[in-house]
């Protein structure tokens, strides 16, 4: 993706946690999200982060954002086949009209 | 029940041709999106419309041309297709920009 880059793969074994990692370059951005996209299906929000935390936790999913480095995590705890998608990290410009996607990380999880 | 529909789902097609993909949300959101994704994933903006009005246009070949009749419908019009259209469009839609993203199912276009 455009300045929003990830690593493509990570695998993981059922019940372990997953860490998918993500840089992005405009310190502008004000709002910075995970998305999750399951085989043949459109993306779904998974959770997102303002660039003035942190950290935001969400149940089993930990967002940690380090804003000076622009680097933002996603911790999956736990996690479960049902997790297995492509997760997408993003950040929102142009008044959040504009959102760039990074390219994706395939998580696979293996039982 | 669904929130952003999109149709057709699969759209197979010769170059050259000329195609539409209709896009439709029951959300009430006042912004709404196109996004190609490629067969390696890679997923980029297209447009975004704000109350019907263009706001972003990312440097999209005129061929296509988007087109807003209300709030609720964003379709897309591609002119003379080419072999490098084939991927998947998604449609989104937010309320304003910033906010979370519904997208639809996406619809798969093949140009033969």
């Known amino acids: 993706g455009e300045d929003v880059e990830q690593s493509l793969f990570l695998s993981v074994r059922e019940g372990d946690s997953s860490v998918i990692n993500c840089t992005y370059t405009?310190?502008?951005?004000?709002?910075l999200y995970w998305y999750k996209q399951e085989p043949g299906a459109g993306l779904q929000l998974l959770t997102y982060?303002?660039?003035?935390?942190d950290m935001k936790q969400d149940q089993r999913l930990t967002v940690l954002l380090n804003k000076k480095d622009k680097h933002l995590s996603l911790r999956i705890a736990d996690t479960q086949t049902g997790d297995s998608a492509i997760y997408f990290c993003?950040?929102?410009?142009?008044?959040?009209?504009?959102?760039?996607f990074g390219a994706g990380t395939r998580l696979f999880v293996k039982a | 029940d669904t929130a952003v529909s999109q149709t057709p789902k699969y759209l197979v097609t010769q170059m050259g041709n000329d195609k539409s993909i209709k896009c439709e949300q029951n959300?009430?959101?006042?912004?709404m999106y196109w996004y190609k994704q490629d067969s390696k994933k890679f997923l980029k903006i297209m447009f975004s419309?704000?109350?019907?009005?263009?706001?972003i246009n990312e440097t999209v070949p005129n061929r296509f041309s988007p087109k807003s009749p209300d709030k609720a419908h964003l379709n897309l019009h591609i002119n003379s297709l080419e072999l490098g259209d084939s991927a998947v469009y998604f449609c989104?839609?937010?309320?304003?920009?910033?906010?979370?993203?519904?997208f639809g199912p996406g619809t798969r276009l093949t140009v033969l």
């Open positions: 989104a839609s937010s309320q304003e920009g910033g906010n979370e993203q519904f």
């Open positions: 405009d310190s502008s951005s004000t709002y």
């Open positions: 982060i303002f660039s003035n935390m």
């Open positions: 993003a950040e929102a410009r142009t008044g959040g009209f504009k959102t760039i």
């Open positions: 959300l009430g959101h006042d912004t």
């Open positions: 419309y704000n109350n019907k009005e263009l706001i």
